[in-house]
């Protein structure tokens, strides 16, 4: 888990300018919709491809969750694409980050919360109740079992009590 932490304290800091570009695919190509005859003319959109596994990006514990639940994901890779700014270096930027929030959501995804010094005291005394609670029933029911059979027990320690007495025997 530290090393999870780590990993993602350390990629949150990454900047766009810092990814590896030997391990993207990066392609432009004409964008379309709001931009006017620019973005019909221009190569605008960004689209940023990821193949995976990628091990020298990525921890293969964010892998398996990047599979199952990214919206990005195709087969072997993630495809993320932008066409939404004029210009084709902020698309870029933006597939960037789009795609760092993704591996970032996929990383955090079976991290859970340190526990506190004080949550981690409350479970040792309810833990500890709980061991009392259990050794008062065992012992009430130590007290009820110990007062049955009495009765057998007699016969062999004081055999003239007991009701089953066997008959005297005759010479």
Request: proline share 8%; glycine share 4%.
């Amino acid at each position: 888990m530290k090393l999870a932490r780590d990993w993602i304290a350390a990629f949150e800091r990454t900047q766009p300018d810092d990814w590896p570009k030997h391990v993207t695919e990066t392609s432009f190509s004409r964008s379309s919709g709001p931009g006017g005859q620019h973005v019909n003319r221009t190569f605008s959109k960004a689209t940023v491809r990821l193949p995976l596994p990628s091990p020298s990006l990525l921890p293969l514990f964010v892998v398996p969750h990047l599979v199952r639940h990214s919206p990005h994901y195709t087969p072997h890779a993630l495809l993320v694409s932008s066409s939404t700014q004029r210009s084709q270096q902020t698309n870029l930027a933006e597939c960037f980050a789009k795609l760092k929030a993704a591996i970032l959501d996929a990383a955090k995804r079976d991290l859970v919360g340190e526990t506190s010094q004080a949550q981690k005291d409350r479970v040792k005394g309810l833990v500890a109740r709980e061991k009392k609670k259990v050794e008062k029933v065992k012992k009430m029911r130590k007290d009820v079992k110990s007062g049955r059979g009495k009765c057998f027990l007699r016969q062999f320690l004081a055999p003239e009590l007991s009701p089953f007495r066997a008959a005297p025997a005759v010479n």
